[in-house]
Every structure is written in structure tokens, then in C-alpha cells.
């Protein structure tokens, strides 16, 4: 095994061969450091990560390799284009793949319940979509148009599978020919992220594997972090279907006049813009013209917002890490949409969700502000 700090070329070749080339383009201005929303909150030095990496110099067992939320910003920023998420995947690789050192605890857990049961909460796979059991959901078909997939978030957590089902809601009253389908498994967006990519493999054969044998070729999601694991990270393998986002769907169903959110909901709302649907894949308008549609909305844009929003901090596997309270950065965003006078935070994301639900209890907010997914929202005003 390596040492902590070996000071040695072979270090920088294993990170390389990780998927670590990039640092080659790195040429240490610092940017990636000043952009982070880390620098909020506590120390996170990515450029110097970079140049120990370089330098063969990396500490394994430091807890910095599993700070990243994978948010993009610094991505955006760089001005050299560096793919920084990739490099910070690349240092994890090292850690995972060649056994270097270990995951923090939780994260750990997480992937041996992806390797066992295919998805991160270790519930049984067979229960993925128990969330349907009383509605009347057909099972995909060859002849059915789109398969609905909820993440896991939404098919297991029992304060998100309301998420589900509003937006099985809102597909059969648009007439949306769709169906969902036993066997699927976690689309393996954290375990890529967290480092383990041949456990990443593993979901994606599984996935595709099903999707090709009941002839998948569109897929509608809820996750933004499905969206662009679908979308960017399959098609690397071979595996290529249409996806997406219900907030994209739901808009453009809304534009046709096929769905008409025409009941007075009464609310001042304001949007979190999710990481992945926003600076990952500049989806930022379809969302904010889906809610200006719904009867009643007096909208509240949030401060900062789109390209500049903050990140929740659930991105990069963090979702299932402990962060204490004062290092979370949605204790502060849920504080952003409070100073709005809204008195619904909506988000298009499961991973946001889940986190602006715990902040709303740990702020004693809960009776303040509704925290609702954005399918909740508009199925409230069908």
C-alpha cells in the first residue's frame, strides 16, 4: 500500500490512470479555489489538491477528497476549461479502486448497499416500486411511449414518494402514454462520483440491459442527477436513450395547452435552481415558465439565482455523507428563499428536496415555508 504522503511519480501516474489527465491543463491561478462555496464555510483548497496531485504528493486519507459537491461552478469558471469534477473523481478512483485508503463511513455504506441491493438505502429491490402499489401504473411494454423512472430518493424515502405520485398524476391527466418496469436499479450517478467506477458499471450494464430488452427508448426522470447520468454518461458505454426531466415535459405539456393548472393555489413561491438541471445542463427558464403558468403564483425569484445559485450540497455522493449543520450549504439557501417573504421553496430536484425538507425542521421553518418538488406543485393546480 502507499504511504499517506509519498512524495513519488508512481502517486501522480496512479491519478493519471484514474482518469486524472487533466491536470496537465491545471496551471494553478486558483479560480477553482475563489469559486467554491466551500470557501464559505470551511477550508477547501482544490487548487493545491491539483498541484499535490501533480506533484505525486496527494494525501489519501484527508477528508478534502470528499469535500466536492460536484456543483459545476468552478467548471464554469476555469479559464483554462479544466474538467475539475473529473479530476476530483479521478483522486477518488485512487482511493477506491486501488484501495488506497477508505470512504468516509456513511458513503462507504452507501456503495456496499448500491453493490448489494442496487440502490443506496439498502431497501429491498423488489420494493423500488412500491410507491405505485394502489395506483393503476402499467408495466412497460414494447408499445409503450416513455418509461418513468424515479430516482431512488423518490421511490424509497417515504417523505419524497408523494414526488412519484404527483407526477404520475400529472402524466395521466395529460394522456402521456407510460409505464414503469420491475428490475431497474439505481442509475449509479453517486457511485461514479464517489470513485467507484467499476460498481458504476455494474448499475449501468444492469440498467441498459433492461431498458434494451423491453425496447426503452425514451425515459422520463425526476432526478436531475439521472437526467445527466442518463444523458451524458451511458451513451459512454454504448447504452443511448432520450431523456427528460419532468420540468421539461411538464412545461412544454403546458405551452400545448395539454395541461391547464388552472386552480387558484394561492401562493408566493420562489425556484432553487438544482445543479445538475441548471449548470450542468442549462435547463433554467422551463421550470420558471412552468410555475408562472399555475393560476395563483405571485413568483419570487431568489437571490442568487440560475448560473449563481447556491448548490444544496447533496451533489457528488454527498447526499449520503454526514456534514454538520454549520457546514451545510442548504441551512443558508433555505435562509435565501425566507428573505424572499415566499411561502413555498420549490425545487425540481430530490437530492434538494430531501435537504431544504431537514433544513425547514432544523430552522423551525417548517410551518413558515412549504418545501415542495415542482411536479407537487402543479399537481396541486390540476
Not at 17 to 40: F, H, I, M, N
Not at 67 to 93: F, Y
Not at 180 to 187: D, F, P, R, S, T
Request: proline residues 5%; charged residues 25%.
Amino acid at each position: 500500500m502507499l504511504g499517506t504522503k509519498s512524495p513519488f511519480q508512481e502517486v501522480a501516474d496512479l491519478i493519471i490512470e484514474s482518469g486524472g489527465d487533466a491536470l496537465k491543463q491545471c496551471y494553478q491561478c486558483g479560480t477553482c479555489t475563489a469559486t467554491c462555496p466551500w470557501r464559505d464555510y470551511t477550508s477547501f483548497l482544490p487548487r493545491r489538491m491539483f498541484q499535490e496531485a501533480w506533484l505525486g504528493l496527494t494525501d489519501f486519507e484527508s477528508e478534502s477528497l470528499w469535500r466536492c459537491v460536484t456543483c459545476n461552478k468552478c467548471v464554469e469558471r476555469c479559464p483554462r476549461g479544466v474538467p475539475i469534477i473529473d479530476l476530483m473523481r479521478a483522486l477518488r478512483r485512487s482511493v477506491i479502486g486501488m484501495g488506497i485508503a477508505e470512504a468516509p463511513s456513511a458513503l462507504a455504506g452507501a456503495l456496499r448497499n448500491l453493490s448489494a441491493v442496487g440502490n443506496p438505502m439498502g431497501e429491498p429491490t423488489g420494493n423500488r416500486n412500491a410507491w405505485a402499489a394502489d395506483l393503476d401504473i402499467k408495466r412497460f411494454d414494447q408499445n409503450t411511449h416513455y418509461l418513468y423512472f424515479p430516482c431512488c430518493v423518490t421511490s424509497y424515502d417515504p417523505n419524497l414518494k408523494s414526488v412519484a405520485r404527483a407526477t404520475t398524476r400529472i402524466l395521466t391527466h395529460a394522456g402521456i402514454d407510460f409505464g414503469i418496469l420491475e428490475g431497474a436499479v439505481c442509475c449509479g450517478e453517486s457511485a461514479r462520483k464517489a470513485g467507484d467506477e467499476a460498481l458504476f458499471q455494474q448499475l449501468v450494464g444492469t440498467n441498459s440491459s433492461l431498458f434494451e430488452t423491453n425496447g426503452v427508448k425514451k425515459i422520463i426522470v425526476n432526478s436531475p442527477h439521472c437526467f445527466d447520468t442518463f444523458a451524458r454518461e451511458y451513451p459512454e458505454i454504448g447504452a443511448r436513450f432520450e431523456i427528460i426531466h419532468t420540468s421539461q415535459l411538464f412545461s412544454e405539456l403546458t405551452r400545448q395547452g395539454r395541461l391547464k393548472p388552472g386552480k387558484n393555489t394561492q401562493r408566493k413561491v420562489t425556484y432553487h435552481d438544482p445543479c445538475y438541471l441548471g449548470r450542468h445542463n442549462g435547463v433554467y427558464d422551463d421550470p420558471r415558465q412552468l410555475i408562472k403558468e399555475i393560476t395563483g403564483v405571485d413568483f419570487i425569484e431568489i437571490e442568487p439565482n440560475k448560473a449563481e445559485s447556491l448548490c444544496c450540497g447533496g451533489g457528488g455522493g454527498r447526499i449520503w455523507m454526514d456534514t454538520p449543520r454549520d457546514e451545510r450549504f442548504c441551512e443558508d439557501r433555505l435562509k435565501q428563499a425566507l428573505i424572499t417573504g415566499a411561502n413555498t421553496l420549490v425545487t425540481a430536484c430530490p437530492y434538494c428536496l430531501s435537504n431544504f425538507k431537514d433544513s425547514s425542521l432544523n430552522q423551525s421553518a417548517s410551518e413558515t415555508i412549504d418545501i415542495m418538488d415542482i411536479s407537487e406543485l402543479l399537481a396541486e393546480a390540476l
